[in-house]
């Protein structure tokens, strides 16, 4: 049965990621890998997530089943975090919530709820977007179509090139959107800018699918949120796809959300229906530990405050390396602008340097990067910043 399967071309981050571990020289930078770093190079586990796991461990009476919607408490702790306590969308009852495993789980399911109400819809996402988001989305049988998004020169969106895609698209079609921190660019869409393509999207009458993977990373919780927020108060429809692995720290514990608002709160109660099913068809309920704890860090007062800080920390050690690297390009590249990099918000931006130049980082100065040159800031400490600088200046010289 499986003698003529032919391998799959491993995925290059995994390539970077075994030479960067194989690599023995001290200096080393990891910018390649898409998980949060502190000034140590870790990645640890959250002080609110620990004492929440200690009382999820003392208070827990049964490890049976969830469900396929996972655990109404997470649920609804979650909706009050992504729509903010009064949403009208909340209120009028039109939101539907389903526990999933991770943001990758929300979205694949998203994409099982669009295939069954819209078979052969095309999903436009962002040029370029997040690598998996392809996987996703046409491993449920979507096609996907890439519309104009990030302007190289400027490091900012080519807003008006995607406005003018949008306004040409078909009515249903899909546009995928980054809520916040767009990840491979960093680069975001304005307050104003999410209301001029709320008006596109209304008259078009497209299905806005948001990816909200970064809550809390860019500018704070509510300013994150603020995109999501406005559509799903202001359309009749809207899907988001909702991670906590990079805002509670919980990656391997795959939690994650997928909110759905619908026309109505019956059209809500069908789609609902259906999304439990394909949930039970794919991994029939989700796993419960990383969902409790979030669910306990946002109804503890103390937790949630604790939770809070901890986020604005890792919040302001990105913001603050993201100027400190502009700085110090600045002194060691004079005569290039780098000052996109602080306009840029969460892990990620292009360093905007030629696929040679990428490995000429790698070989000569151990800076691992993907060979687009996407780098995750939170890779960079500032005991290293002076060293990556000066190995850009020297790649680029
Ligand atoms: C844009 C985006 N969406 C969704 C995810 C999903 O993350 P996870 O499935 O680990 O929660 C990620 C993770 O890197 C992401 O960058």
Redesign the pocket.
């Known amino acids: 049965m499986f003698e003529n399967l032919e391998p799959v071309v491993a995925d290059a981050i995994l390539g970077l990621m075994a030479a960067f571990r194989a690599d023995a020289d001290a200096r080393k930078v990891d910018l390649g890998v898409?998980v949060y770093r502190d000034d140590r190079g870790e990645t640890p586990v959250l002080d609110a997530v620990r004492r929440a796991e200690e009382l999820l461990l003392r208070s827990q009476t049964t490890k049976a089943y969830v469900g396929p919607a996972g655990s109404p408490g997470f649920n609804q702790a979650m909706e009050q975090l992504v729509f903010g306590a009064s949403h009208p969308a909340l209120a009028a009852k039109r939101v539907r919530s389903m526990q999933a495993p991770?943001?990758?789980?929300a979205?694949r399911l998203g994409a099982e709820l669009i295939r069954l109400a819209a078979p052969g819809a095309v999903v436009h996402v962002s040029n370029p977007t997040?690598v998996?988001h392809v996987p996703l989305l046409s491993g449920a049988g979507l096609k996907i179509q890439p519309y104009p998004y990030l302007d190289v020169a400027s490091g900012a969106v080519q807003f008006e090139a995607m406005t003018a895609a949008f306004g040409k698209l078909p009515p249903r079609s899909v546009v995928l959107l980054?809520a916040s921190c767009h990840?491979p660019t960093g680069a975001d869409l304005s307050q104003s800018q999410w209301r001029e393509l709320l008006a596109i999207v209304r008259t078009r009458e497209l299905l806005p699918f948001i990816?909200m993977?970064y809550q809390g990373l860019g500018e704070g919780v509510e300013e994150d949120a603020f995109g999501l927020r406005l559509f799903c108060a202001q359309l009749p429809e809207v899907l988001c796809?909702v991670?906590?692995?990079?805002n509670f720290g919980l990656?391997r514990e795959?939690?994650?959300v997928l909110h759905l608002v619908s026309a109505s709160p019956a059209a809500g109660n069908a789609a609902a229906s259906q999304l439990v099913r394909s949930a039970r068809s794919m991994w029939s309920m989700p796993p419960d530990h990383g969902g409790s704890v979030v669910q306990i860090i946002l109804t503890d007062q103390a937790l949630r405050a604790q939770w809070l800080e901890e986020l604005a920390q890792m919040r302001r050690r990105i913001q603050g390396l993201r100027s400190e690297a502009v700085r110090q390009l600045a002194s060691t590249c004079p005569q290039r602008d780098f000052t996109f990099i602080a306009r840029q918000r969460g892990m990620f931006s292009y360093l905007g340097i030629t696929t040679a130049q990428v490995r000429a980082l790698r070989e000569h100065h151990h800076v691992y990067m993907t060979d687009d040159s996407r780098m995750n800031l939170a890779g960079l400490r500032r005991e290293n910043l002076a060293y990556f600088a000066q190995a850009v200046a020297q790649v680029l010289a």
């Open positions: 898409g991770g943001g990758c789980g979205l997040w998996n980054h990840n990816d993977a796809a991670s906590c692995s990079k990656y795959r939690v994650g």
